[in-house]
C-alpha cells in the first residue's frame, strides 16, 4: 500500500505571495491532518478534514486555509506569505481519525524569502 | 503552555544497551499516546502506541510504559542499535483521537554510538 505524498517537497517563495501545498492520503484513509513544524515551535496542529469537512482547526491566523476533495485528497493554502511561514508542512492520514494512528507524510519544505 | 514535555533535548547511549526516552504530559483528559520517530527532511514514522486503560505496550525492541498518576510515559529500546539515531517525539490525543489532532513534544534526539 502506497504510503502518504506531499507534493512539492520543496517550494521557495517571496514575502505577500501564497502558496498551496498538496497531500494524498494512504489509500481508504478519510481523516486528514496538517502539522506544521519549525525549530522553535515544534509540531503544531493546523487543522483536520474528514470527508470534505473541516473537523478541527489549531491555534493558526485565517491565512492558513485548507480543504478536502471526494477522494480524500487534501490541500492546504497560505496567503500573504510571512518569513516566519517557513517551515515543514506535514500531512498525516488516519482511517477515521478517531483513534486511528496518524501516517505522515515527507512533508514539504517552503522557504519564504 | 506545553502540554507534553520532552524534558531532554538529546540521549547518548552505547550499541546494545537500553535506552530510555522520557515523556510528560499535563492534560489528564489524554488518552491515547504513541511515539514517532524522525529523521531530518522526512515525515515522523509512527513506532509504537499505547491507550489510557493500558499500562505497558510492547513491539519487538520497543516497549512503551504508561503511568497515569504521574502523568508519564516513557519509550524504551532495547538493544538499541545505531540506526535508531534520530529525532524521537511523544505525542498525545484526546478522545481517542477523535479530535483528529495530535499534541507532540519538542522531541529528544537519540545517539547509539557503535
Known amino acids: 500500500k502506497a504510503g502518504v505524498t506531499q507534493t512539492p517537497r520543496y517550494l521557495i517563495k517571496t514575502r505577500g505571495q501564497q502558496v498551496t501545498l498538496s497531500c494524498s492520503p494512504i489509500s481508504g484513509h478519510r481523516s486528514v491532518s496538517w502539522y506544521q513544524q519549525t525549530p522553535g515551535q515544534g509540531l503544531q496542529f493546523l487543522f483536520e478534514y474528514f470527508s470534505e469537512t473541516q473537523r478541527n482547526k489549531g491555534n493558526f491566523p485565517g491565512r492558513f486555509s485548507g480543504r478536502q476533495f471526494s477522494n480524500s485528497r487534501s490541500e492546504m493554502n497560505v496567503s500573504t506569505l510571512e518569513l516566519g511561514d517557513s517551515a515543514l508542512y506535514l500531512c498525516?492520514?488516519?482511517?477515521?481519525?478517531?483513534?486511528?494512528?496518524?501516517?505522515f507524510g515527507p512533508g514539504t519544505r517552503l522557504l519564504v524569502l | 503552555d506545553q502540554q507534553v514535555k520532552q524534558n531532554s533535548p538529546s540521549l547518548s547511549v552505547q550499541e546494545g544497551r537500553i535506552s530510555i526516552l522520557n515523556c510528560d504530559y499535563t492534560n489528564s483528559m489524554f488518552d491515547y499516546f504513541l511515539w514517532y520517530k524522525k529523521y531530518p527532511a522526512e515525515g515522523p514514522t509512527f513506532l509504537i502506541s499505547i491507550s489510557s486503560i493500558k499500562d505497558k505496550n510492547e513491539d519487538g525492541r520497543f516497549t512503551v510504559f504508561l503511568n497515569k498518576s504521574a502523568k508519564h510515559l516513557s519509550l524504551h529500546i532495547v538493544p538499541s542499535q545505531p540506526g535508531d539515531s534520530a529525532v524521537y517525539f511523544c505525542a498525545a490525543s484526546v478522545g481517542g483521537g477523535s479530535q483528529g489532532n495530535l499534541i507532540f513534544g519538542k522531541g529528544t534526539k537519540l545517539s547509539v554510538k557503535p
Open positions: 498525516a492520514s488516519s482511517s477515521q481519525g478517531r483513534g486511528e494512528t496518524q501516517y
